[in-house]
């Protein structure tokens, strides 16, 4: 079958990967793609948010299968404008429908879908610019740190963690009255702070069935020791030490099956990836979101630990029989480190010259944000390449990764050295 991935980072070149690896797969297309896809599968430049351009590109390779990698063409409803196009339906689309993607398209959606179905998160109050006042004073029935989600989608910027009541009070007017967040901010979720550690959890669903795919945790913060600013992900490791068999049960109870009955109650098309990101404090999971794809970096540890045909998978998926599936998960623990360029996530340059690629061994590479120039590979993101390795335990794994990381260059690269910190 002809395989379309929609997407241009390390997430997508990861599915790309594997789908070259299945005896399922004739032709792969990534759209649009870098240059470590350039060398699996064929790049079509376009936007995947242009759904007009998709659907030409589906008709014109006789596609079957499109996988969409990132959130916004799912919040956009690129799900219902294939089912709702005769020349497209037939076309297995992986991930939900508009309806189905609120969950990460609205936060305030997904705190109301949690309380409805009693899966433990935060407390939490909505609040627009008309309630700016009752905004300020929940937060003052609040102990810091104070946390602010702009309900929509902001690139991964849309949360803020405040030690100061002042300054929390001051952040929400700037969120509801002077768009610090543009629409994305117009409703603001204030919640309670928990304390403990994240991981997260991913599930795959036919909006009826599910399977549970291995455990990750990932490093949002461009700092060791978890310091500085949040980027999209400094690197990741599977499976999450502390996520025993006891505590994944109870995710399993409170949270995996609540959530997919919801779905299946509410008849919401749902044929993807459900991202649970978690908080284990003491020893019982919360909720902190969800997100209906599945996350980059943790993606580059979870999927090559996957040894069943993942297109078969889909294959299943798509038709709503994932209960005849049985993943076939490595036993092995896997590592990535995310390479990037100097000044992410605030300003950085492009066009530098990345070299080393051909003295890698026994790791994979992922590209994230390259491209090829001139004969050239060369940096096109904040997030560059990132290295995953295997080892019989994570600490093994991620020493195999930081030694390759060394063998790749570029002008100001910059990698965080102290990944699984806090898991010794």
Do not use: W
């Not at 010259?353 to 003295?359: F, T």
């Amino acid at each position: 079958m002809n395989i379309l991935i929609l997407g241009s980072g390390g997430r997508e070149h990861t599915f790309a990967h594997k789908f070259s690896q299945s005896k399922h797969c004739s032709k792969l297309f990534v759209a649009p793609g870098n240059a470590g896809t350039a060398k699996i599968a064929t790049n079509v430049s376009l936007n995947v948010n242009d759904f007009g351009a998709v659907r030409d590109l589906v008709l014109r390779e006789s596609i079957e299968m499109v996988i969409v990698g990132p959130e916004d063409p799912l919040v956009a409803g690129i799900q219902n404008f294939f089912a709702e196009d005769e020349r497209l339906k037939e076309v297995a689309v992986i991930g939900p429908s508009m309806r189905g993607a609120l969950l990460e398209g609205s936060k305030e959606r997904a705190k109301e879908f949690m309380a409805l179905y009693n899966i433990p998160t935060a407390a939490y109050e909505s609040f627009t610019k008309e309630s700016l006042d009752a905004g300020k004073a929940f937060l003052e029935t609040l102990r810091a740190p104070y946390v602010l989600k702009a309900d929509g989608l902001a690139a991964g910027k849309g949360v803020l963690i405040l030690q100061d009541l002042e300054e929390a009070k001051k952040e929400l007017e700037n969120m509801l009255t002077h768009d610090k967040f543009g629409k994305a901010g117009a409703t603001v979720v204030i919640e309670e702070f928990l304390d403990g550690i994240e991981l997260s959890v991913f599930v795959l669903t036919d909006g009826k069935n599910y399977i549970t795919l291995p455990t990750a945790k990932d490093y949002k913060r461009i700092g060791e020791g978890d310091t500085g600013l949040n980027t999209g992900g400094m690197g990741a490791i599977s499976p999450v030490p502390f996520a025993d068999e006891t505590f994944m049960s109870k995710v399993e109870s409170r949270i995996i099956k609540p959530t997919v009955e919801g779905l299946n109650k509410e008849n919401i098309d749902y044929k993807g990836f459900v991202f649970i990101g978690l908080i284990k404090v003491g020893d019982e999971p919360f909720v902190i979101e969800y997100n209906v794809r599945m996350g980059d970096p943790e993606t580059e540890v979870v999927l090559p630990r996957i040894e069943s045909d993942l297109v078969e998978v889909f294959q299943k998926l798509s038709a709503g029989k994932l209960d005849e599936v049985e993943l076939k998960i490595s036993d092995k623990a896997a590592a990535t480190v995310m390479l990037v360029s100097g000044g992410y996530p605030e300003a950085y340059e492009k066009g530098k010259e990345i070299s080393g690629l051909e003295k890698v061994a026994d790791s994979l590479v992922f590209h994230a944000g390259t491209a090829e120039k001139d004969g050239k590979i060369v940096t096109n993101g904040g997030r560059v390449l990132a290295i995953t390795s295997f080892g019989d335990t994570y600490k093994q794994a991620l020493k195999k990764s930081y030694q390759n990381a060394e063998n790749l260059h570029f002008d100001k690269m910059y990698f965080r050295k102290d990944l699984g910190f806090d898991l010794a």
